[in-house]
T-cell receptor, first 118, second 112 residues
Framework: GAVVSQHPSWVICKSGTSVKIECRSL??????MFWYRQFPKQSLMLMAT?????????EQGVEKDKFLINHASLTLSTLTVTSAHPEDSSFYIC??????????????FGPGTRLTVT | KQEVTQIPAALSVPEGENLVLNCSFT??????LQWFRQDPGKGLTSLLL?????REQTSGRLNASLDKSSGRSTLYIAASQPGDSATYLC???????????FGTGTRLKVLA
């Protein structure tokens, strides 16, 4: 089946630094990837939709200058958390939609990246 | 704006029991609904996907039903096992979008 990977699986960074999270579709091409955030004991909240070759679409309340998304190829999207602060500590999950699967296709979810900002 | 709610928020049952998890959504104009399992600190595992035209889907001991008009879905787990302990999330995809709106989750604990 389709596999989506994320790297790193966990990361600890100091407040004020930036951290990049990668989301890769391993055996299919994804024109669209989605980035979700999950705070402890809460559900997933969609942050943004990443479109290959174009700008990402951000959900209301998500700072686009803080969460930089780049989708430069059909198999890779990156989320960069800039000037991270402890309140950005969260579990970040991506999902990818198969280019060739048509409208009915569902998203494949990555294993998530746990970010801790100290 | 679509809102997805799951009841109960947490559930603890002895092994072997049959149980039902509930999911409700406010906007019935959905494309499909999906149930996921999430183990602590892990990603999502898709369990069942129900298209809007379907009434139910089954996989092993799991059965999910969908009543779109009333905005409800249930996940039935038969003969629960300790390995079923996890958080169960339902998510709905609206018409004309690929976005999923996730529910609040039900944390299930099956006691041996």
């Amino acid at each position: 089946g389709a596999v989506v990977s994320q790297h790193p699986s966990w990361v600890i960074c100091k407040s004020g630094t930036s951290v990049k999270i990668e989301c890769r579709s391993l055996d299919f091409q994804a024109t669209t990837m989605f980035w979700y955030r999950q705070f402890p004991k809460q559900s997933l909240m969609l942050m943004a939709t990443s479109n290959e070759g174009s700008k990402a679409t951000y959900e209301q309340g998500v700072e686009k200058d803080k969460f930089l998304i780049n989708h430069a190829s059909l198999t890779l999207s990156t989320l960069t958390v800039t000037s991270a602060h402890p309140e950005d500590s969260s579990f970040y999950i991506c999902s990818a939609r198969d280019l060739l699967a048509g409208d009915s296709h569902e998203q494949y979810f990555g294993p998530g990246t746990r970010l801790t900002v100290t | 704006k679509q809102e997805v709610t799951q009841i109960p928020a947490a559930l603890s049952v002895p092994e072997g029991e049959n149980l039902v998890l509930n999911c409700s959504f406010t906007d019935s104009a959905i494309y499909n609904l999906q149930w996921f399992r999430q183990d602590p600190g892990k990603g999502l595992t898709s369990l069942l996907l129900i298209q809007s035209s379907q009434r139910e889907q089954t996989s092993g001991r799991l059965n999910a039903s969908l009543d779109k008009s009333s905005g409800r879905s249930t996940l039935y787990i038969a003969a629960s096992q300790p390995g079923d302990s996890a958080t169960y999330l339902c998510a709905v995809r609206g018409l004309g979008t690929y976005k999923y709106i996730f529910g609040t989750g039900t944390r299930l604990k099956v006691l041996a």
